[in-house]
């Protein structure tokens, strides 16, 4: 709780020196989109309407299957500033999401690069807030918090728990720090980066083959010794990044092993330890309060970890407005990373591969 209560402080929203329009670098927005046809449209128009003076927006259309492009030539059509790429087939020995930014990376000018996920919608003033904290922090790269949206009942309950893990587990005080390098963190829908960084880290073809491409280019940002800034982006822009629960089991069995680079021993101990720490003492209070007869030490020990747990879901509930569903459900979102986690190994040890959006990756061919 210690931990979440200091990271909570020092992503605070702070106030900084705002840069002159005339000083403003220009930005690059690069978008990749496959099968992105209930998402793209709120996208692009947002990116298109921003308060800024000086940017360009790139969308590549990877292979879509659906409607993707036809909509975005549509857009386009209003908007005829937008470039768009249609991506190239897809090479070997890389991920879908890693090839395209590579694509749309090789066709941008930008002093600054954003890529951001096609589930995005920024506002007005993204662009310009978020390059005010890149260059007020000397950020080589900059990653964002999202406003989280949410619908149905399963994203309620699951979703936040991508908030609650990292707030509970990873020290933000060393995120910033130059040469802590296992405390870093990427945040797909929002990512950053000076264009002279990016060259020198390599680009999305340094980790190529990486399906959670957005933790492992933060932690080569701090391997090169370069700036990593991870900042509260809740009134810049908001994702949903996914609608329903077969789209979050989905979502999430992908990402989960890939993780933990493939690695079953350390998927299990630290997914143990999760089950441990946010899940069992919800269930050993409800055992030992059916099993009692009054109250005794055991009863009180695993009702303190349980009101730490849910103190601690509250303060993160209301910083990033998650909603009271999602804290009230604690039990049933914290039992279900460890299951997703299970069925994450079990595609990849199986042989099936991870699934997603009609490709399949699997690290063993």
């Known amino acids: 709780m210690l931990i979440c209560i200091w990271n909570l402080f020092i992503l605070r929203r702070r106030n900084y020196p705002a840069i002159p329009r005339t000083e403003l670098p220009f930005i690059s927005i690069l978008v990749p989109a496959r099968n992105e046809e209930l998402n793209i449209r709120a996208i692009l128009t947002s990116l298109l309407e921003q308060d800024y003076p000086n940017f360009e927006v790139i969308v590549l259309n990877d292979n879509s299957e659906d409607k993707t492009g036809e909509i975005v030539s549509e857009i386009k059509q209003s908007y005829p500033q937008l470039k768009v790429i249609s991506g190239l087939p897809l090479e070997s020995g890389w991920t879908g999401k890693c090839f395209a930014c590579n694509q749309l990376f090789e066709a941008s000018k930008g002093e600054f690069i954003l890529f951001t996920d096609a589930d995005t919608v920024h506002y007005p003033n993204s662009l310009k807030d978020s390059v005010t904290i890149a260059l007020n922090r000397k950020a080589d790269m900059l990653t964002l918090f999202p406003k989280m949206q949410m619908v149905s009942l399963a994203e309620k309950i699951i979703m936040p728990m991508l908030w609650f893990t990292v707030m509970m587990l990873l020290p933000f005080y060393f995120v910033d720090k130059k040469g802590y390098v296992k405390f870093s963190i990427g945040i ?178």
């Open 188 to 365: 797909g829908p929002f990512m950053m980066f000076k264009r002279s960084a990016y060259e020198f880290i390599g680009g999305h073809a340094e980790v190529k083959n990486a399906i959670v491409e957005d933790v492992w280019l933060g932690r080569r940002i701090k391997e090169m010794g370069l700036q990593l800034i991870a900042a509260d982006g809740r009134n810049v822009l908001s994702v949903r990044m996914y609608r329903n629960f077969k789209e979050i089991w989905d979502g999430f069995s992908k990402n989960i092993f890939a993780g933990f680079q493939f690695s079953a021993l350390s998927l299990f101990m630290v997914n143990s330890i999760y089950f441990l720490l946010f899940f069992l003492p919800f269930l050993l209070f409800f055992i030992e309060l059916s099993l009692s007869s009054g109250v005794d030490y055991l009863l009180i020990l695993t009702a303190l970890q349980v009101l730490i747990l849910y103190l601690s879901r509250i303060f993160i509930s209301a910083r990033f407005r998650l909603g009271i569903i999602s804290t009230v459900l604690h039990p049933l979102g914290a039992i279900s990373v460890p299951v997703i986690a299970i069925n994450s190994w079990r595609w990849i040890s199986s042989g099936a591969g991870a699934k997603w959006k009609g490709r399949t990756y699997n690290p063993k061919k």
